[in-house]
Structure formats: structure tokens, C-alpha cells
């Protein structure tokens, strides 16, 4: 007998079971593919869309402008001599004049020329009589001199330019003629035509005229709004969150009043428009176009969306936090207040802000409380007459001439350089302040 | 900081509560009509330009029909001075203009507007006439004495004159005044109304049944403005799509206009009364505003003098049709002796 020592059986490896490792990796890989072609669809998207704005909207940056010795000749000007005693002569006279006598010298066209003459018709901007009127009111003591001005040229000659009108197509059909044409290469060749910043497109009211068009009033419109959806957004919704999410009892009540917030967060911001033509115009009888009015449309669009911010804020501050200022003698309102609003400030101002740059873009409520509007005159405050800048850009986008979709591209930069400048204030701020547990 | 928001609140709402007893306005108000607006935005910015006493009237658009009823809501502050309009008040309209105290409305005919028909410019020439654009559009025509469905698909199967394009035309949409010059003078125009009433439309149907737009995606109605209508000619070349005058004029690098009856639009042939299709615009003003409203009156005044709405105006130049002589004159004795709807 051998020493028993008995041959273990040879172990077997259990059989290999199916457990679907290929297919689990497959799909794997597969959904990662997934997540780069949808990242990547959203991507091309926003390229287009961004590369097409930009495209179009840059040039609106450069204005063409001429730059004429203007002789501010008072036989033009005041022929019978009595601005001394009728100021009103300064603000009719016929500026224009100036600058096309002035044109014709520097093309060396004579006076008596009549079909060149009227070839020059159209290609300075008749923004220039607002502009000598305004140097000549400022300081009368220039008529009689003569000045190097820079001159605005029409916007058909912009467009030329910068060469948007296609020169190729027959004269007829197009806004600008062989002869100005040629007035303008020579003027180029020489150096007294160029483009230069376009100011005016940040400072300007609206016009009807495009090289002269701005977006001044916008702004301030827009700027006056902002300020007003803060002022009540803000304290109003964090009350409220505050209340509802420490205080209040959960009751029916509460309960329907939260469904209600919710809903009113997705309501359509047109309904908005209406309520407020309804309430603030016709009931409470403020003017109609004006920024006061818009803002506080705005404001009641946007306290939905910082209510439901505050309060996602408010929730997600640690209990123990309460519970130790409580524990150490805190009154409630003292540990809301004292210790959970500042944790929740970060949450708070990120929800804030994204409800400010929404309210930014909106048109449609304003349309109702005739804020799509031409406004030429800066609101002083906010009971005047204003416009938005996503109105302008709307107004913009519905012009016939050719020189208002640059414009309009240029306008829907500024915009979105604005939001761009508010969302990144809403990340560094909640980048800053924020606290994780 | 705290304080500072509470504070600044506070100041803001007592702002709203006020502001229903602010000081009188100082500034004209109008609203209405797309197409009369860049007329009236050119007259606004000259008035500015010109009295500088006065402030640049603020000009809303939002249509006619939407303007007329903003004018008619009644007399005060809170409401509009003056409404554009590209067709002219209905009877309704001026009765709830009437109800809600708007008593006595002024009527200003600013001039005329032309409706044209345009293809992309590299396309071929067009000649259309009132009853090619009905046979092409129609929703149901008369064939063997029976009304069927518009069986045309090419413009050439209308009038072989015309090219061999599938028909595809952009109109402008209901909501639109463009869209009732567009039925009223071409589709009821070209429409053989005996023909129609002998398939046995009833007497009251005929007009209704003749200016029906076939709704199967050849004709597509526009609910924007040109720009839009430009877009889609833009992307569908053997498009066709209804212009003004004027935006045709500042596009006419792009487009090509086809003549309507043999005539070629333009100022001169609408002012002749050559060219079939064109429509006058108006504008309305509220007397009881007139001396209340500062600038109102001379708004009104300075709209109408040869200056703005002559042939040789920025107005013309823009793409209207000024009014012949005599009939300027009458808009100007009407509105100064105080005539009333």
C-alpha cells in the first residue's frame, strides 16, 4: 500500500459563464461614442452659429467716414446776417450744403458741373447736419473758418466699401452708381477715406438712417431694466424662498403655492407682456414705452426662476449647521440670517444672475408694452421712452437696407458679450464663495 | 448693503406709485403699421432734427389692425397720439374708436405704396398679369364648368409664356394689409367671376371663392416682413415672393421684378395709375390730443408738407409714391380745418 496519499482530483475550472463581459465593454465604448457625437453636434452648432454672426456683424465695427475741410461759410449759413438776433438761423441752415461744397472742392468738381454735381447726391450722410449744427451751436465763432471735419459717408457707400454691394450686377440695379464709385476709389487712393471705430454704434439713439443708427438707447434701456429686476427680484424672491423653505409649515397651502412657482417659471414670457399692458398700462396708468415698465414685467418673469434658485440654495446648507446655531442659543431668524443666508449666498447669486441674463434677452413681453419701438431721444429715467437691446436687434433685423444686417449682426455681439460677461460673474462668484461639506 | 438694497427698493416702489400722476407727456406716440413705419421713423428723426424744441416722436410698429385697436382704447395720456395704418380704418374699428370716447379721429393720407412680384435676379424676365397669378394661386379653378383643385404644378401650364419652374410663391400672410391689397387686386382681378358663379357658387361666395389661396405648399404665406420673403427666394431660386416697392427698390441688387399687365413698377407708373397694384397709406391722429400733446400738431404738420411726402422728398426717395399735387393739398386743408371721420 502505497502511503495513501490520495491524489487530490485534479480541480476543475468551473465552467465559464457568460456573464456578457464583450458586450458590457461594446456598449461602453459605444455610449462613449454616443456622448462625443452629441458633444460634438452641439459644438458644430454653436461654431456655425457663432462664426456666421461674427462673420456678417464685424465690419458694423468700422464705420467709413470721409474727412472734408469743411468751410463754415456764412453766406450758407446765415445769408441775411441775423444770428445775432435770431438764433434759430443756426439750427435750420442748411448744413448738408457745407458738406457737399466741401466734397465737390476736394474732387475738384466744379460747382457748375450739374450731372456730377448730382452724382455726389447720396454720398455723405445727411448725419452731418446734426453733426456741423452741433459744432456751429457750440461755438459760433467758427463760422467764417474752415475746419478738417471727419464726415460720415451714406450707408450705401459703406456697404460699397466694405464691399457688400456687389458691383458686378448692372447700375441700375444697384444703390450706388459707376460715378460714385469712382469718387470713392479716389478718395481711398488719396487717404481721406477710411474706416474708422464706429462709436456711434454704441452711443447713437435709433435712426433711420443706418450709419448713423446706434444703440445707445438700448442700452439704457436695457441697463435701467437690469437695475429694476434687481432691486425688486432680488429681495422680493429671497423673502419670499426664506419664508416658505425655514418658516413656513408645510401645509396645502404651501404646497400649492410651490406647484404655482414652478408652473409660473415655465410660463411663456408673452403672457408676462400681457399682464403688464393689462396691470401696469391700463390699470395703474404708467406711460407705455417705458423702461420702468419693461423692468417690472421682467421682474415678475424672473422671480419664479430666483425663488426656485434661493430656495435650492437654502436646501442644500447642512442641517447641522441649524442645528448648531440653535444649540448655542440662536433664535431662528439669527441662525437663518446669521449663519445659513451666508452659506446659500454663492446659490443665491448664481441663480440671480441666470435670471438676470434671461430677463436680458427677452422680447416678447416687451412687445406688448410698446417697447419695439423707434426711439431716437436717450430715456433720462426710466418713465421715458426706451428700447432693449434684443429689441434693436429685432427692429434691426426687419430693415430694408442692406447696411441694417451688419448692424444687426454687430448688435446680437454686443448682446451676447454681455451675457458672456454675466455668466462668467456667475461662475467665479460661486467659484469663490462656495463651500462644500 | 443689506440696507442699501432695502432702501433702493423702497425707492424703486415708491417710483411705480407715483409715476401714475407724472407730469404731462412731452412726446408724440405712434404705433401701427410695418410698412408705414419707416416712413414714419424718416419723418420722426427729421421733426427731431428740425425743432429742437420738441422731442423725437416714438414710433412702435406691431401692424394695423394691432395699432388702430391700441389708438381706439381711449383719450388720455396713457394712450397712443397717432396710428399708421396701410389700409384704411374699417367701420367696426371706428366704432370702438367712438365708444371708448375716441370721438372724433382725423384721416391723413400719406401717399401710395406698390405691391411687386420679384424672382431671383439671375432668373428670367417675368410678365404676369392678374389672371396668371389667380389660375397659379387659386385654391380651386373653374375647368369644363367645374370648380376643382388648383390642377396646375408649373408656372408654363398657367401661361406658357412664363417659365418652366414649379410653382412656388411666397405671400404675404393674413395678419398682413399687404394681404388684402394682394386678393382684392390680383385674385379677385383675375378671377372670372361668371365663370365661377356658372359652377354654382352662390352669388355671396363668388368674391370669397376667387381670392381662396391654395393651401397645398405652393403658395406659403409669410407671417414676417420681407427680410423674411427675401431669405426664402434667397434659398429656393424658381421662388417667387411679393415685395413693396420700396424694399424691392433697396434690394434690387438681389431681385428681379416682374411687370404686372405690361407695366414696370415703380413711383412713376403707381403715381400714373399704370401699374395695377398699390394701396394708399394712412395715418390717424386723435384731435383731442391735438394742443395737448406738445409737437402733435406739428408732427402732423411737418408729416404732410411737401418737404417729407413731395416727389422729390426723403419719403419718395424711400420707396413711396407721393400723392398727386392737388390731392396733397386737400390732405393739408382737411387736416388744418379740423376734419373728422
Not at chain 1, 45 to 72: D, N, R
Not at chain 2, 308 to 336: K, N
Request: hydrophobic share 45%; aromatic share 8%.
Amino acid at each position: 500500500m502505497t502511503a495513501a496519499v490520495g491524489t487530490l482530483p485534479v480541480a476543475q475550472a468551473p465552467a465559464r459563464r457568460d456573464i456578457g463581459l464583450k458586450r458590457r465593454y461594446a456598449a461602453e465604448t459605444r455610449f462613449r461614442w454616443y456622448g462625443r457625437v452629441a458633444i460634438s453636434i452641439g459644438v458644430i452648432f454653436l461654431a456655425v452659429m457663432l462664426i456666421s454672426i461674427v462673420s456678417k456683424g464685424y465690419t458694423s465695427f468700422m464705420q467709413t467716414s470721409v474727412l472734408l475741410p469743411i468751410t463754415f461759410d456764412a453766406k450758407v449759413i446765415d445769408p441775411q446776417d441775423k444770428r445775432a438776433t435770431d438764433p434759430s438761423v443756426l439750427i435750420k441752415a442748411n448744413y448738408p450744403n457745407l458738406a457737399r461744397d466741401a466734397l465737390a472742392a476736394r474732387l475738384g468738381i466744379s460747382p457748375d458741373d450739374k450731372p456730377q454735381m448730382a452724382a455726389l447726391k447720396g454720398f455723405i450722410s445727411d448725419g452731418v447736419r446734426t453733426q456741423l449744427r452741433d459744432m456751429v451751436v457750440a461755438d459760433p465763432s467758427i463760422i467764417g473758418t474752415t475746419r478738417d471735419v471727419w464726415v460720415l459717408a451714406s450707408a450705401n457707400i459703406d456697404s460699397a466699401y466694405k464691399g457688400q454691394i456687389d458691383l458686378g450686377v448692372a447700375e441700375t440695379n444697384r444703390k450706388v452708381s459707376d460715378k460714385q464709385v469712382g469718387f470713392m476709389n479716389k478718395l481711398r487712393d488719396e487717404g481721406v477715406m477710411a474706416g474708422k471705430f464706429n462709436t456711434g454704434l454704441f452711443v447713437n439713439g435709433a435712426s433711420s438712417r443706418p450709419e448713423t443708427s446706434g444703440m445707445g438707447v438700448a442700452i439704457i434701456g436695457s441697463f435701467y431694466m437690469m437695475l429694476i429686476v434687481l432691486l425688486l427680484a432680488l429681495p422680493i424672491g429671497v423673502a419670499a424662498s426664506i419664508y416658505l423653505e425655514e418658516f413656513a409649515k408645510k401645509t396645502r397651502l404651501t404646497d400649492i403655492i410651490e406647484v404655482n412657482i414652478n408652473n409660473l417659471a415655465a410660463v411663456p414670457s408673452i403672457v408676462f407682456g400681457l399682464l403688464g399692458l393689462a396691470v401696469f398700462i391700463n390699470f395703474l396708468g404708467l406711460p407705455r414705452s417705458a423702461a420702468l415698465v419693461g423692468g417690472l414685467v421682467l421682474t415678475l418673469m424672473t422671480l419664479p426662476t430666483i425663488i426656485i434658485a434661493t430656495r435650492a440654495a437654502l436646501a442644500a446648507v447642512p442641517p447641522s449647521i441649524r442645528s448648531a446655531a440653535l444649540g448655542l442659543g440662536a433664535s431662528k431668524t439669527q441662525a437663518v440670517f446669521q449663519h445659513v443666508l451666508p452659506l446659500a449666498t454663492p446659490g443665491i447669486l448664481t441663480g440671480t444672475i441666470i435670471g438676470l441674463a434671461r430677463a436680458l434677452g427677452e422680447t416678447a413681453p416687451l412687445l406688448l408694452i410698446g417697447m419695439v419701438a423707434f426711439v431716437a431721444d436717450y430715456p433720462t429715467t426710466p418713465l421715458d421712452p426706451a428700447t432693449a437691446l434684443p429689441v434693436q436687434i429685432y427692429m434691426w433685423a426687419n430693415e430694408a437696407e442692406r447696411a441694417f444686417v451688419e448692424r444687426m449682426s454687430g448688435a446680437i455681439i454686443i448682446l451676447l458679450v454681455f451675457l458672456m460677461v454675466m455668466n462668467i460673474t456667475a461662475i467665479v462668484l460661486r467659484r469663490r464663495f462656495e463651500r462644500r461639506w | 448693503m443689506k440696507k442699501a438694497i432695502l432702501t433702493a427698493s423702497a425707492a424703486v416702489l415708491a417710483l411705480a406709485a407715483s409715476a401714475g400722476i407724472a407730469a404731462a407727456r412731452d412726446q408724440v406716440q405712434i404705433a401701427g403699421s410695418s410698412t408705414v413705419l419707416p416712413y414714419a421713423k424718416i419723418v420722426a428723426e427729421s421733426f427731431g432734427e428740425t425743432f429742437t424744441e420738441f422731442k423725437t416722436p416714438v414710433v412702435e410698429s406691431g401692424g394695423s389692425g394691432a395699432g388702430i385697436k391700441e389708438f381706439c382704447k381711449g383719450v388720455g395720456e396713457a394712450t397712443i397720439d397717432v396710428a399708421n395704418s396701410s389700409r384704411k380704418m374699417k367701420e367696426d374699428e371706428l366704432k370702438s374708436c367712438v365708444d371708448a370716447g375716441v370721438k372724433d379721429v382725423q384721416e391723413v393720407k400719406i401717399g401710395y405704396d406698390g405691391i411687386v412680384f420679384a424672382t431671383d435676379i439671375k432668373g428670367p424676365d417675368w410678365a404676369l398679369t392678374p389672371a396668371d397669378i389667380y389660375k397659379a394661386l387659386a385654391a380651386q379653378l373653374v375647368v369644363d364648368g367645374k370648380l376643382v383643385a388648383n390642377p396646375n404644378t408649373k408656372w408654363n401650364q398657367v401661361n406658357p409664356a412664363l417659365p418652366d419652374w414649379d410653382i412656388a410663391a411666397y405671400i404675404p400672410g393674413e395678419k398682413h394689409g399687404t394681404r388684402e391689397v394682394f386678393e382684392e387686386k390680383l385674385m379677385a382681378a383675375g378671377c372670372d367671376k361668371d365663370a365661377v358663379k356658372a359652377a354654382g357658387v352662390g352669388e355671396k361666395e363668388v368674391t370669397k371663392a376667387c381670392v381662396a389661396v391654395r393651401k397645398d405648399g405652393k403658395a406659403v404665406d409669410i407671417d414676417g416682413d420681407y427680410t423674411e420673403t427675401l431669405a426664402r427666394i434667397d434659398a429656393n431660386k424658381t421662388g417667387v415672393g411679393v415685395f413693396g416697392l420700396a424694399f424691392y427698390e433697396n434690394n434690387a441688387d438681389k431681385l428681379k421684378v416682374a411687370t404686372v399687365g405690361g407695366v414696370v413698377p415703380s413711383t412713376e407708373t403707381i403715381a400714373k395709375g399704370e401699374y395695377p397694384v398699390s394701396r394708399p397709406l394712412f395715418f390717424y391722429v386723435k384731435k383731442a390730443h391735438l394742443g395737448v400733446v406738445p409737437g402733435l400738431k406739428e408732427y402732423v404738420e411737418f408729416f404732410l408738407d411737401d418737404q417729407m411726402v413731395g416727389p422729390e422728398s426723403p419719403l419718395a426717395e424711400y420707396g413711396l409714391v407721393a400723392a398727386p399735387d392737388a390731392e396733397r393739398q386737400q390732405q393739408r386743408d382737411d387736416f388744418a380745418a379740423g376734419k373728422t371721420m
